[in-house]
């Protein structure tokens, strides 16, 4: 199976910032749509970000102002900037691709590829 490689969660003081990114294989994930989830103890995992192929970016209401998500095609990358953080935003933060934006920020159970999770822990 197909592997996403998370890297860059750590623990930060609220207000701080950390950037998080994921490897990925160029083929087939060059023409997916790229996204982050994220999941909080107790809760459901929801998207956080995406990324489409021609570069359009969907935040999630919440990190609005504050997180932004690129991709770059060349390294196989897809970084999560993250800003401001604040304690609501602790949580374990999963990479994601899938065949349509949709499909990702939608269609939870038909996502296939996922990569193995980054912790990030927000501290008051």
């Known amino acids: 199976e197909v592997q996403l490689v998370e890297s860059g969660g750590s623990s930060v003081q609220a207000g701080g910032s950390l950037r998080l990114s994921c490897l990925a294989p160029?083929?087939?994930?060059?023409?997916?749509?790229m996204g982050w989830f994220r999941q909080a103890p107790g809760k459901e995992r929801e998207w956080v970000a995406t990324?489409?192929?021609?570069?359009?970016?969907t935040l999630r209401e919440s990190v609005k102002g504050r997180f932004t998500i690129s991709r770059d095609i060349a390294k196989n990358t897809v970084d999560l900037q993250m800003n401001m953080l604040n304690l609501e935003d602790t949580a374990m933060y999963y990479c994601a691709a899938g065949p349509t934006c949709s499909v990702l920020r939608g269609r939870l159970s038909a996502i296939r590829h996922w990569g193995q999770g980054t912790q990030v822990t927000v501290s008051s």
């Open positions: 990324v489409s192929v021609g570069t359009t970016i």
């Open positions: 160029r083929y087939p994930f060059s023409t997916y749509c």
